[in-house]
């Protein structure tokens, strides 16, 4: 599915990490690339220190050499000049129009959960394309993904996070299961204005399920709560959760809104978030495009 895969790595656990994942999400024939960011922002050393600059691209190269012999991944080292790793890593996957740009959990995160540091998260906002996050401890875990979750309530985005997670399910002989998260608006809880006849939770659900069970092969079921909240606990369950960016934006550009965002936080598994995709015809009864 990913022929064109970019990886930040930092020498440190997390950049491992993020080489563990993009191995298993990527094509067996796709061009993998190393990349680490480090400073370039001018400042008075540099000025004072021709060759620190130098020196700089030599201890990155280095890290890259020793980041591929140790995950014995086949990839192309890149070494990136940027004022922060987010914007680095950014630049880059438009340089070379890469379809997957893979980080690691920043390192306040629990054990076993995917969370982006604040300008990561910020920097990546309107990537070209699809942005995944290791979880921590990712390179440690052995067994291929067995189970992949997918967030669907039956929009344009949601639909293709299900086309993505059919694909990788698919790849890895993996279970698929779907979650959709449903509240009431806002004027439910306001004598304002009257909730319309049947939209109780009970209906919300119901109809909910009833969309969920038309997915062929795939496991749903619906809940109550807040979105990014509830999708954050479905990723007890899985070895990945496959999300869709929102839908407003420019097309084939992710755009962190609110669920993403809190996923960014708190996801409890590995992250996919797919890109901003252009319009097509519904699809079938069983969540295909037709």
């Not at 990788?168 to 509240?183: F, Y």
């Not at 954050?232 to 550009?253: C, H, I, K, N, T």
Request: charged residues 25%; contains cysteine; neutral net charge.
């Amino acid at each position: 599915m990913f022929k064109n895969v970019l990886v930040g790595v930092d020498g440190r656990a997390n950049g491992r990490d993020a080489i563990a994942l993009a191995a298993r999400l990527a094509d067996p024939e796709a061009n993998l690339t190393l990349a680490h960011v480090y400073a370039g922002a001018p400042d008075p050393a540099r000025a004072l220190a021709p060759g620190l600059l130098k020196d700089e691209r030599l201890a990155s190269d280095e890290l890259l050499e020793r980041e591929r012999a140790a995950t014995g991944v086949s990839a192309r080292p890149v070494s990136v000049i940027a004022p922060t790793p987010g914007r680095g890593l950014h630049e880059r996957a438009e340089e070379q129009r890469a379809d997957l740009l893979v980080v690691g959990s920043c390192e306040r995160g629990v054990l076993g959960r995917a969370m982006l540091g604040d300008d990561t998260r910020s920097s990546l906002n309107g990537a070209p394309c699809a942005v995944a996050v290791a979880c921590r401890g990712y390179a440690g875990q052995p067994d291929p993904i067995g189970t992949v979750g997918v967030g669907y309530d039956g929009s344009q985005e949601s639909r293709a996070a299900l086309t993505a997670a059919r694909a990788i399910a698919r790849r890895h002989g993996a279970s698929l299961r779907a979650m959709q998260v449903v509240n009431l608006p806002t004027y439910a809880f306001t004598s304002v204005v009257p909730s319309p006849d049947g939209e109780s939770v009970d209906a919300l659900l119901a109809e909910a399920n009833a969309r969920l069970a038309d997915l062929e092969g795939v496991e749903g079921r619906a809940a109550y709560g807040l979105v990014g909240e509830e999708l954050a606990a479905f990723g007890d369950e899985l070895d990945l959760l496959v999300v869709g960016s929102r839908s407003y934006g420019p097309w084939q550009r992710l755009v962190l809104g609110s669920t993403s965002n809190h996923l960014g936080r708190h996801a409890r598994c590995s992250l996919l978030v797919l890109p901003r995709a252009p319009r097509r015809k519904a699809p079938d009864a069983h969540g295909r495009d037709r």
